[in-house]
């Protein structure tokens, strides 16, 4: 089932999730209560239970046609502690027949797409497959690990191999950086893995940070508009961050605009020009292209308390886990993939990537054999 979605429909890709969390909420629901939840299960449960109020106020309309998912992928990650997922044998067969087909799809400039009816596809074009690239780039770190495993280091590096070649002849850049950054943090974590996951964390860390860091260094949006020396994308993401972060300061710092604001401030905020370019873009399109920017402009310091809680709360877990080596590299990959494309591709909104993410994290603890206490 994975294949021909991450081809042909990357926005059904919830589905799969679903298929393999059917066990995990069923774990939930038989479960006995327990008495003393993770620091991060309480703090991320209050956010999301945040995210929810907040829809009292947000000025976005039919924002609860959102949220509604946000309680659900919490209570399947919390399905996913208490009971042992399903094998996952089919899962890599599916993730890796995903890879063969995006990649003939990707180097023949979407030449599967181009021959399945029918002719008037919206989804077609070249960007479609980076997204279906980038919803499996999620999965990498397990498929890797999972061939690793089962088939030896030349077919899971065959399985890197295909993969940096289709993302870099596809037209989106986070990819490629999340892809290097990836199998960066993997290698590294071969050779000091416990250097490499504390490296990880505090990358992730400073992702955190930054949103505090660009309110306060970062020029006005018509000084920066009139850069050059860089990319395009990259001066645009820094108007629409600098575009946000001013209407946070200026609107409800402490409480945020509501669940679903950043996509009514796109609405609002216009189109300005790129000076250096000779382009006219929105200064907020659709969503900040940065997850923690977006958190803090839509839950205001309150919620961004609780992601950091989360977070720290997370990161001490993690650190106490005596993994294997091969488990404590595909996890470094997954967490640096995760800051990448979090930072600068994705949004909070985004139901098919927060998706792979979490059914990422449950193939890699079916791979673990272990049980959550």
């Known amino acids: 089932m994975a294949a021909p979605i991450l081809l042909l429909s990357f926005r059904s890709f919830p589905g799969v ?81 995903a890879l063969i ?111 505090f860091v660009f309110a306060i260094v970062l020029p006005p949006v018509s000084v920066v508009s009139a850069w050059s020396g860089m990319p395009a994308s990259w001066v645009h993401r820094l108007v629409i961050w600098r575009t946000v972060l001013d209407d946070w300061l200026a609107g409800q710092p402490l409480f945020g605009a509501g669940a679903r604001a950043a996509r009514a401030l796109g609405k609002e905020a216009g189109t300005f020009e790129l000076s250096s370019f000779g382009i006219t873009a929105s200064r907020v399109p659709v969503h900040p292209h940065n997850v923690p920017i977006e958190i803090l402009y839509e839950y205001g310091l309150i919620g961004y308390g609780l992601l950091l809680a989360s977070f720290l709360a997370g990161a001490r877990s993690l650190l106490k886990l005596d993994l294997e080596r091969d488990m404590n590299a595909a996890v470094c990959a997954l967490m640096a993939i995760i800051v990448v494309i979090f930072s600068i591709q994705t949004t909070m909104w985004n139901v098919y990537f927060s998706s792979a993410t979490l059914l990422t994290v449950y193939a890699l603890y079916g791979l673990s054999g272990r049980q959550a206490s």
Not at 148 to 160: C, E, I, K, Q, S
Request: charged letters at 10%.
């Open 17 to 97: 999730t679903a298929a393999y969390a059917v066990p995990a909420l069923i774990g939930l629901a038989l479960a006995p209560a327990f008495a003393r939840p993770a620091g991060w299960v309480l703090a991320l449960g209050s956010l999301v239970a945040y995210s929810l109020l907040s829809v009292l106020w947000t000025p976005q309309g039919g924002a609860m046609d959102w949220v509604w998912w946000q309680p659900t992928l919490f209570l399947v990650g919390v399905g996913v502690f208490l009971r042992p997922p399903p094998p996952v044998h089919m899962l890599t067969i599916g993730l890796s027949l």
């Open 101 to 211: 087909l995006l990649f003939v799809d990707a180097i023949t400039g979407s030449g599967i797409r181009a021959i399945v009816p029918p002719e008037n596809r919206p989804d077609k074009d070249l960007v479609a497959t980076a997204r279906g690239i980038g919803i499996l780039l999620m999965m990498m770190p397990f498929l890797v690990l999972a061939l690793w495993r089962a088939a030896g280091p030349l077919w899971a590096m065959g399985a890197v191999a295909a993969f940096l070649v289709a993302a870099f002849v596809m037209p989106v850049e986070a990819n490629v950086l999340a892809a290097v950054v990836g199998c960066g943090a993997a290698a590294a974590a071969c050779w000091r893995p416990k250097a490499a996951i504390r490296l990880v964390l505090a990358s992730g860390g400073a992702a955190l940070a930054l949103p």
